[in-house]
């Protein structure tokens, strides 16, 4: 296989939704042979949905996340790869915009891997729903060796701690290098000193700055209908239509976001915007802003804690 996609999936009622459908024809638009790794129990008319999109459907237990997915695939086609992989899943709804045109900006600066986010929650990390690899870096010990692991027997918080968070510490540290679309380091300076989740505060501007996705849980969260046609259908109706569905049919239990959660929602918009365009000084008073609510939340959560 040239370039090869190994997409993660998992529905509650064992079906391919067709905001997946949707994805995965974006992906094979992009010359990806697609392995479908799924841990639901599908039937073979939802199989069948896969024909003509994807080159293998492979069916396991539901263990070990999307890393112990992606491991079964390594495996099952490690002496058949010969370019890169991607790792994607089915946590976001894509393509909102143009996936080629955001995939060639990506690749265009040299690098080893590849993804769309990087985080700085916990550690440096590209975040895994979308991880592009060259081929070299498939075949390094570094990556064998983080993929070789057991995610099968891991509780969900030490999957991301040995996967997410190890696979892209143990390849930066064996000299490889990595590039996302958004990085830290080129936004503000609130993004740089507090680790934050980007696409779940930064979801327009990371659109209208050609990353086209949108976290499911994002939409679950903060998102009404009126807000995804808005956003999305505007790209894409089509799609707009699937993420309604979808939402609808699964009904996810939505987070409550108190007011704070608000505040350093527009102190992260602000603090972003005024870095692109190289307002410094509001930047600065920014930044002191946040620094101050979120200490002030600091000691209040410190001293009003339940004993």
Known sequence: MADLCLFAHFDKDAIVDDYVLHYLAALKGLSFSIVFITTSPLSADEQAKLAGLCDDVILRENAGLDF???????????????????????????????????FACLTAEPADFYGMVESLAVAPHLQSWFLLFESHVVRSPAFRTTFAQR?????????????????????????????????????????????????????????????????IELVRDR?????????????????????????????????????GDAILTRLIWIDYWSHRHGWRALE?????????????????QHWFAPS
Request: charged letters at 25%.
């Open 68 to 102: 112990a997915s992606w491991a079964l695939g390594l495996q099952r086609y490690a002496d058949a790869l010969d370019g890169r992989v991607l790792l994607a899943n089915d946590s976001v709804y894509a393509p909102v915009g143009d996936l080629p045109r955001a």
């Open 284 to 300: 600065t008073i920014n930044f002191l802003v946040c620094a101050a609510l979120l200490r002030l939340r600091r000691v209040k």
């Open 151 to 215: 995610f099968e027997d891991m509780s969900k918080d030490d999957v991301i701690k040995a996967g997410e968070l190890g696979l892209s510490s143990a390849l930066l540290a064996a000299g490889f290098r990595c590039t996302a679309l958004y990085r830290p380091k080129d936004a503000g300076r609130l993004a740089r000193t507090y680790p934050f989740n980007p696409p779940h505060y930064l979801w327009r501007q990371m659109i209208d700055d050609g990353i086209p996705f949108l976290k």
């Open 223 to 259: 998102l009404d209908a009126a807000a995804v046609e808005e956003i999305v259908g505007t790209k894409d109706q089509a799609l707009a239509g699937f993420i309604l569905a979808h939402q609808h049919r699964v009904q996810l239990p939505s987070r409550q976001y108190r007011i």
